[in-house]
C-alpha cells in the first residue's frame, strides 16, 4: 500500500474516532451515514464497521474463459481486469483498504494475515468476504507455471459463488445464509506474487438435507438443478423440474422467504459454467448430478411394515433409481435401509428406524459431495513452482509460501428452539467475539499500560466465560456432549446430556435451564437449556443432540460407498468423509478442536476484523432499525472499542520501525550517537512541531493522537524520497552513459568502419542515437573525400539509383558525371524554358533529352522528356517544342520497368486510365547508359515532393499499357548503328539496340 492510502485511511480513521465522543454517539453516526449503500466505520487499524444495507439483485459475476496471458502488477486505482465483477468493486470499495493493508504488510515485513467477517446471520459477511477476495486479485500480481495466471484471478472470484450454491441456503433471516464455515486462503511467493490458494471448511449443516424449519429451504443447489437444468439432463436423473414433487425441498407450511429462489434457473447455468472452469470434465459432472439426484431421490422412498416388527420398501421402482442414480447395488441398498447386523445375523428394523436410515445416507452423500467440491477446488489452485523462474530454480532457494486468509463463518442466530448445528455456529462466533475483544480492547490496553502511557479503564462485556463454558476439556459442554454420546444408546442419550449438564456446570454464570433453575418458565424442563451468548441468550432443545453429534458415516456406510460405481463416491476415502475429523470422534469435539486451531493461527498472524451489521430484520433496503443497531453495536462492544482508541491514540509505532521509516527527513541524524526516542524526537520537531504536544512517548513505541502528524510525515517522505530517487537516478545514468562511452571508444579504435554498438536500453538510447549519427557522418566525409568535386553532387541520386538497379541491371551509368538536364545546351530549348515553366507549373528541370515515343498506333515519334520537380513533361521534337499532353504528376507513376540490359529503353506505367508511356532514350553515345539516372531522378524527385516512390521492375521483356492493349516489347541486340523499334505483332514490338 502507497503512502497515500496509508494516510488517507488513517485520516478517516481519525475523523471516525473524533465523531463518535461516546457510547450515544455511535448510533446517530450511522444513521446519518446510511443510504442504499454499505456504511464504513473505521475503529483502529485492524477493525473496522460495515452496515450492510439490502441491494436488489447483486448479480452473480459471470465466469470468463481462461486466459493464457501473463497478469502483471497492477495498481489499486485501476480498472478491475475483466474478471471482478463490477457491482463488487462498485459498491464495496469501503473493505478494500483492508485489503491493501494486508497485503502492504506481507509485501514489506512478510506477514500473514486473517481477515475475519463477523455478525448476525444477513449482516453481510458472504457479500464483504467475495467483495474484499475479488478486489484482491484485481490488483495482485499473479505468477502460475503454465502460463494461467489469468486464470488463477477468475478462479478466486467464481470459488465464492460456488461454495455458495452448495453450502448456502435460504432461512428466515437471511436468503443466502452460510451453513457452513470456511477460510479461504490465498497464497504468495517471495515476490508478494499470488501463486495459489487454498479453502478450509468447517462442518456442513447437513441436517438441513432431510430436516429444516418452516419457512427455510434446503441448500440452494437442489433448486438450480430441478429449475436451471436442461430437459435432457434433468430426464436422464429421473427427475422434474417442480421442487414441490420432492419431499427433501418441497414447500412446507409458512414457506421459504419470498425473494429466494428468484433466481435459481440463472444461477445453476453460473455454477455449471464454475464448475467447468475449476477443471471438472462433462463426465464428473455427470456424476456429481447424479449424487445430487440420488439425494432428492432418496427423499421419495417409502415403507410398509414387514412382519411384526420389520420394514421393507413400498416403492420398489424408486428404489432401483436411487441405486443407479448413486452406482449401488438395488439389493445392497435395501438390505441398509431396511436392515441392520446383530452380530452375525440381520435383523429388520421399523419403519421408523428404516426412515432414519434412508436420512442418514442422504446426508452423508450430500457431505461427500461438499467435500468433493472443495478438493477439486483445492486441487486446481494448488501452488505450482514456476520452473522457468532462475531464482526458483536456483540450488539454494528455499521457497516460503506467505498467506492471506479469508474467514468467513456462520452469522449467529437465536431462534425459538435452537439445534445442536446453530450451537456450533454461535459457538464459532463466540470465539471470534473473544478474538476482536482480544486484538481491540484487551491488547490495547494491555500495551498502554506497559508502555507507560496514560489511559483509563472502559468496562466492557467480555465473553471468556461463555468461551470456558464450551473450551473446557473436562466439564464443557462439547466434552459432556461427547461423553453422552458414547454412553447413551437409543433416544435416551439427549435426556442423558442435559442430565450431566445440569450436574457438571449448572452453576456456570452463562448456562441455566429449568431443572436448576424453576424460574425460567420459558424453558421446558428436560428439554431445553439456555446459554448466555455474547449477543443475548439463546435457548437450546437437545432433542436430536446425540444423534447430531455422531459421525453419520458408519461403518456400514462405508462399507455401502466403497462398493458404488459412482466416482464422486469413490474419489475421496471414506476415512476423510468428515473432512479435518478424526476417526472415531465426534461431530462437536472435532468442530471445537478445529475452530480453536483456526483461533490459534488467528493469534499468530495480522487479524483485521470487519464486524458486519443489518440495518433491519425485514430485509428493507432503506430502513434504519434504531433497536436492532444498537443491540448489535452493545453486543459486539464497538463503542468501547472506540473509546480504547480515544483514551489512545489512533496510531502507534515502535521507536526502531519509525526510525527506519522516516530517517531520511533529518539531516542532524546523518552523525547522530543518542537513543532512537530521541531519534524521533528529532525527526518530529524538524517536520511538525506543532503535533510534538499531541505525541505520548511509551516505553519502545510512540502514539499519535493526531493522524494529520502522519499524513505531513507522510508527505515530507515522499518528497524527500522522490528527490532522492531522482538524484540517484541522475548519478547511475552519468555512469551508464560513461560506460557506454568507454565501450564505444574502444571499438572505434579497433574498428574504425564497423563499430560493435552496444545494446540500447532507455538511458543509453539518445546518446547511442547521437554517436550513430556523429560516426555515419565521419564515415561520409571521409568516404566523399575520395570522390572528385564534379561528382559529389550526384552522389544522392546516385545511391537512390542503386537502391533501386544496383545488382539487378548490368549497367546503370554509376561511373560517369549525371548532368540531368542534358538538352539546357541547345538554345532554342533554352529560349523556350521560360513559357514551359509557366505552362508546366514548375520550377526546375532535373532531367531532359530526346525520346523515341511509341504511339497508339505502334507508330515511333519524336520527342522531348523532361523530368521537373514535380512532373513528366513530353514536348515535340523541333523548334518550337510544344508541351504535347497535359505534364503528368509524378505521384501518377506507379511503375518504372527497364530491363537488365544495356537498352536505354523505358516504360512508364501510370496509375488510373492515362495510356502508359513507351519510350527509348536517345543519347549522343549510345555505349553510356542514361537508364539510371533516369529512374533515380524520377524515384528521388517523387518522394522528396509527394513522399512516394514507384517500383522499379526489371524483367527480360517491357510491357506497357496502351490505348490499343497491354503491348510487350523484346529485346534483340544487333550491329546496328542506331536504335530502332520493329513492328512483330499486332501487340508486339522488337527493340533492336546496337550490340
Known sequence: MGDQEQAGWEKELASHVTAIQCADDLLPFLKEKFDPGPV??????????????????????????????????????????????????????????????????????????????????????????????????SFTPFCRAGGDDRRLGNLLVLIGPLL?????????????????????????????NMVGGKVLHFMLERNRVTHRKVGERNFHIFYQLVKGGQSSLLKSLHLKSDETAYQYISRRAGGPPPTAGSTDKADFAFVLNALKSIGLSDDQLSHLWSVVAAILQLGQLKFEKDGINGSTVLNRPQLK??????????????????????????????????VRQRDMIAQALYDQVFLWIVQAINAVLRPMPNEEDPVVTSPGYQGTYRNINFVDFYGFASQEASSFEQMCMNYSCEKFQQAFLEDAIRNRLREFQEEGVHWKDIPYSDNAGV???????????????????????????????????????????????????????????????????????????????????????????????????NDVIKDIGIHQTRGEMTPNSTVGVNFRNAV?????????????????LKPNDTKSPRHFDDVKVRQQCADMNLAEAIMVEQIGHVAHASYSEFLRRYKVLSSRLKDFRGSVRDGCKLILQDNVPDYVSSI???????????????????????????????????????????????????????????????????????????????????????????IPAGHRPNILLKVTGY?????????????????????????????????????????????????SKVNKRLKVQERVLMVTDNSLILLEAGDALPITKAPLALNQVKELQVSSGHDQAVAIRIAGDDPDRLLALKMPDTADDFIGELVAVVCHASSKQFGVCPEVTISQQIKAELEIGEVTVDLDYQFNTQPEFKKTGAHKLTLLWPA
Open 803 to 851: 537502391n533501386a538497379l544496383g545488382g539487378r541491371r548490368r549497367k546503370w551509368g554509376h561511373w560517369r558525371r549525371w548532368h540531368g538536364d542534358y538538352l539546357a545546351v541547345s538554345p532554342t530549348y533554352r529560349n523556350r524554358m521560360p513559357s514551359l515553366k509557366k505552362e508546366g507549373k514548375f520550377e526546375k528541370v532535373l532531367f531532359s533529352c530526346y525520346v
Open 321 to 354: 433409481v436411487v441405486a443407479s442414480l448413486a452406482g449401488f447395488d438395488d439389493g445392497d441398498l435395501e438390505q441398509f435401509l431396511c436392515f441392520r447386523h446383530n452380530g452375525r445375523t440381520l435383523v429388520s428394523v421399523s419403519i421408523e428406524e428404516a
Open 696 to 786: 505520548s512517548f511509551g516505553q519502545s513505541k510512540m502514539f499519535l493522537k493526531r493522524a494529520e502528524a502522519f499524513v505531513l510525515l507522510n508527505e515530507c517522505r515522499e518528497k524527500k524520497l522522490d528527490e532522492s530517487a531522482t538524484h540517484i537516478a541522475r548519478h547511475w545514468q552519468k555512469h551508464r552513459l560513461r560506460a557506454c562511452l568507454r565501450r564505444i571508444s574502444d571499438s572505434f579504435q579497433a574498428n574504425k568502419k564497423a563499430i560493435d554498438w552496444p545494446a540500447a536500453n532507455t538511458s543509453t538510447a539518445p546518446l547511442l542515437d547521437l554517436c550513430q549519427k556523429m560516426h555515419r557522418k565521419w564515415l561520409y566525409k571521409r568516404l566523399l573525400s575520395k
Open 467 to 565: 468461551c470456558d463454558l464450551f473450551d473446557n476439556t473436562n466439564q464443557g459442554v462439547f466434552t459432556l456432549l461427547d461423553r453422552a454420546t458414547c454412553d447413551a444408546q437409543g433416544e435416551n442419550g439427549d435426556k442423558a446430556f442435559l442430565d450431566l449438564m445440569d450436574t457438571t456446570v449448572g452453576g456456570h454464570e452463562t448456562y441455566t435451564s429449568r431443572q436448576v433453575d424453576p424460574g425460567e418458565g420459558i424453558l421446558c424442563p428436560f428439554l431445553d437449556f439456555k446459554v448466555r451468548h455474547f449477543a443475548g441468550g439463546v435457548t437450546y432443545t437437545i432433542d436430536g443432540f446425540v444423534s447430531s453429534n455422531r459421525d453419520v458415516v458408519t461403518e456400514a456406510v462405508r462399507e455401502l460407498f466403497l462398493h458404488s460405481d
Open 164 to 192: 455458495d450454491a452448495f453450502g448456502n441456503a435460504a432461512t428466515a433471516l437471511n436468503d443466502n445464509s452460510s451453513r457452513f464455515g470456511k477460510c479461504i486462503g490465498t497464497i504468495f511467493d517471495f515476490r508478494g
Open 596 to 612: 480453536t486451531t483456526l483461533a490459534d493461527s488467528i493469534e499468530q498472524q495480522d487479524a483485521y476484523h470487519v464486524r458486519c
Open 40 to 137: 464504513c466505520l473505521h475503529i483502529n487499524a485492524s477493525a473496522m464497521v460495515i452496515l450492510h444495507s439490502y441491494t436488489a439483485g447483486s448479480p452473480r459475476p459471470a465466469p470468463k474463459k481462461p486466459s493464457l496471458g501473463r497478469a502483471s502488477g497492477r495498481a489499486a486505482t485501476e480498472a478491475s481486469p475483466p474478471f471482478i465483477p463490477a457491482w463488487l468493486d462498485r459498491n464495496h470499495r469501503s473493505e478494500m483498504s483492508v485489503v491493501l493493508r494486508a497485503y502492504a504488510r506481507l509485501t514489506r515485513f512478510g506477514s500473514d494475515s486473517c481477515i475475519i467477517f463477523s455478525g448476525e446471520s444477513g449482516s453481510g459477511k458472504t457479500v464483504c468476504c467475495k467483495a474484499c477476495l475479488a478486489h484482491l486479485a
